[in-house]
């Protein structure tokens, strides 16, 4: 008997549908939270009153015999999106280690989109504006996906969007976080002091011992994550890998558990270890923080950018950085994503999942050119904060990703109706066990 190809975006285990669900939901009211924050600051800075907001940004608190009196607009970057980047951590070893991920033909799809999207639109950046010695530095600003915002996207206009798409998306999101974070502290980093890189690994080790012998008390962990924290921000490497570091010590599965958890037929959990890991339970109490304060804050005091006008806006429009970056978004991020994934099918000679066609991998391509929180990130690293080309960048990355957003809109729109049929499909409950038919085992 000849073997059965596989397909690419199958539905997986009803149980992991369900999470990525609730996932979702929570990223979707974050996406939200970021979109007004963002609106805000743009507004308000471009407004009578454009000196308050820039006080606020640049008011300087902490202890400087530590090194960290920092302003806000620092906090929000160095400290708040630690928290964003250990929610992200948590996912990512979340997926692989007990997820549907954990399969390699499940993986595959999602991880190599993920790399093609970070390649291409660097690729693309450098052939625009790779010739400025200076602007070149920023090559990685264009490589990043933002799940709340893209999320939110698909909350107004992608409702019916099949659950493989939806979770292709976020593990898309999180790999390309992963690589965000590799970037920087490879290629952003401006001094290494090696003692305070080395001092981290203590807190980071009796942490890690602590959550692998199952300790969830606070006042034990969080003193120990902030001087983890300060230690790799004292080191010159940013401050958010102490984040994904912190996050790749927790345990997934339930203390004394053996391996993934088992499902019956039904979909249900058997076994006397099954249960939320720990990984799983900070992950649930930590990711409202980080949709719903650290990502919101940190786009509030980053989006603020004084346009200038409409001349101000025609001079950054010309810089060779602005073009390179909303090329990257808008084509390269599109380019590498549906390549990546095509190439993919056409190697292992897989088929697309029924009901699914390439226009939906496409419009799912675009809206990974959605790039806010991550890309502005690397445009403050790469340009220095509220230097003239950084303001090109923030210009860039909303044009970019509000173009992308409208596009994949259109996309997803002409494919509303076939989704409407898988949803429809996906609900019949023959036997009446609770587990549609389309997620239960043959």
């Known amino acids: ?22 996932i979702l939901r929570k990223e979707t009211i974050g ?7 963002a609106t805000v600051a743009l507004v308000w800075a471009n407004s009578p009153w454009s000196g308050a907001y820039e006080s606020l940004r640049d008011l300087r608190i902490g202890p400087e015999a530590l090194h960290l009196n920092l302003g806000l607009g620092a906090w929000a970057a160095d400290g708040l ?49 790779g010739g400025d010695g200076a602007g070149a530095r920023g090559w990685a600003i264009p490589t990043a996906t933002d799940i709340a915002f893209a999320l939110a996207v698909l909350a107004v206009i992608g409702r019916h ?82 984040g994904v570091l912190l996050a790749f ?48 804050v940190f786009a509030f005091l980053s989006a603020g950018v004084p346009l200038g006008g409409l001349d101000g806006l025609a001079a950054a429009l010309r810089d060779p950085v602005t ?9 390269g991020k599109p380019l590498g994503v549906l390549g990546a994934a095509w190439l993919v099918a ?18 799912l391509a675009v809206l990974a050119g959605i790039g806010f929180t991550v890309s502005l990130l690397i445009g403050e690293l790469a340009f220095g904060a509220g230097s003239a080309r950084d303001g090109y960048v923030k210009v860039a990355v909303l044009g970019g990703s509000l173009t992308a957003a409208l596009v994949a809109g259109v996309l997803l729109r002409l494919r509303d109706r076939a ?21 239960q085992r043959p």
Request: net charge negative.
């Open 31 to 37: 996406g939200a939270l970021l979109l007004v924050a």
């Open 346 to 363: 056409r190697f292992t000679r897989a088929h697309l999942d029924e009901g699914l066609t390439w226009t939906d991998v496409a419009a």
């Open 419 to 439: 989704y409407r049929l898988i949803e429809e499909a996906e609900r019949v409950d023959s036997d009446g066990d609770g587990v549609p038919d389309a997620y």
């Open 161 to 242: 969007l099949p659950p493989a798409l939806r979770t292709f998306l976020l593990t898309l999101a999180v790999v390309d976080d992963l690589l965000a974070i590799c970037v920087i502290a490879v290629f952003y980093t401006g001094h290494l002091s090696v003692l305070p890189l080395l001092g981290a690994l203590v807190p980071l080790a009796v942490f890690g011992l602590l959550v692998r012998r199952g300790v969830r008390s606070w006042w034990l962990l969080l003193p120990l994550a902030a001087v983890t924290w300060a230690l790799v921000h004292a080191s010159g490497v940013h401050a958010t890998v102490a």
């Open 323 to 331: 073009v390179g970056v909303l090329a990257g978004l808008i084509l």
């Open 249 to 296: 010590t927790v345990p997934v599965h339930p203390r004394g558990g053996t391996g993934p958890d088992t499902e019956s037929d039904t979909g249900s959990d058997t076994g006397p270890d099954v249960g939320p890991g720990l990984a799983e339970h900070f992950e649930h109490r930590f990711r409202p923080l980080s949709a719903g304060v650290a990502v919101p």
């Open 81 to 129: 999106l630690a928290i964003f980047f250990f929610v992200a951590g948590l996912e990512l070893k979340r997926e692989f280690v007990a997820g549907d991920l954990r399969h390699v033909r499940q993986a595959v799809v999602p991880v190599a989109a993920a790399v093609g999207g970070v390649i291409v639109p660097a690729a693309l950046y450098l052939l625009v504006a």
């Open 1 to 22: 008997m000849p073997a059965v190809p596989p397909r690419l975006f199958s539905r997986g285990s009803w149980i992991e549908a369900g999470r990525v669900a609730a």
